[in-house]
């Protein structure tokens, strides 16, 4: 337990044989009870590298996509009665030794969502992004933080803890098929400003591994709209 309280991290991995590993022995013991991979339908050995680590591992028949794989994740550590999520990304592109700046906020009682920000005076987002990738993840909290009427600087990190019992409030539904792939990350987001939870982000490290380990999974204009949509819907009234 970690202050008294019971810890999941949720990784959502689909074929990340050659990274989830190396999450996973980064992952101090001690900050989380348990460690979950939801296996999203891989294809390679992400499972069986995840269980040599010691992690519990959800495995998904087939691709489902990153927002239905948290979903499964979330219900487990509902049914388990897990205290706090955090969520880490199957890449490696986040450091576990900064776990402790998502948790303290929450167990110190000043906050019931904590995002990570490399774009805070001590958080870094690695010499190896993508410039792409650095004027997408600017645009982005600027864009939810006008229709959010809240100033951010982080909207699209993955990085992240929160209160389980959020997940029990009926005005937050993320069982939607249109949040089935990356917009589940920040239609959670979008609740919790917009529902006047208590919301911190917290400087980190964002990490871009080697070009030939691969950068994204994400599909161009597809995944990009993924993201964006939440913001432009949720905004207008199109969807709760």
Not at 39 to 44: A, C, E, L, M, R
Not at 63 to 73: F, K, P, Q, T
Not at 134 to 162: D, I
Request: glycine share 8%; aromatic share 10%.
């Amino acid at each position: 337990m970690y202050r008294n309280r019971r810890v999941i991290a949720v990784i959502p991995a689909h074929n990340e044989a050659a990274k989830i590993g190396r999450v996973l022995t980064r992952i101090d013991r001690d900050l989380v009870d348990l460690t979950l991979v939801v296996d999203d339908g891989s294809t390679d050995a992400t499972a069986d590298f995840a269980r040599r680590r010691g992690a519990e591992v959800l495995s998904l028949p087939t691709v489902v996509g990153v927002g239905a794989a948290l979903r499964a994740g979330f219900e487990f550590a509902r049914q388990r009665a897990f205290d706090l999520i955090v969520i880490l990304a199957g890449n490696n592109k986040d450091d576990p030794a900064e776990i402790p700046r998502l948790l303290n906020p929450i167990c110190d009682d000043t906050a019931d969502f904590v995002i990570g920000s490399r774009y805070l005076p001590g958080g870094s987002a690695g010499g190896d992004m993508p410039l792409y990738r650095r004027l997408a993840t600017r645009m982005h909290p600027w864009l939810m933080g006008r229709f959010a009427r809240q100033p951010l600087t982080e909207s699209t990190n993955g990085f992240r803890a929160f209160r389980t019992v959020l997940l029990a409030d009926p005005r937050i539904n993320l069982d939607q098929r249109w949040l089935d792939s990356y917009g589940l990350e920040v239609y959670l987001l979008w609740k919790v400003l917009k529902l006047g939870y208590r919301h911190a982000e917290v400087p980190c490290t964002k990490t871009y591994p080697a070009r030939r380990l691969g950068i994204t999974k994400m599909t161009p204009i597809i995944g990009w709209w993924s993201i964006l949509r939440p913001v432009f819907w949720l905004g207008l009234g199109l969807r709760r």
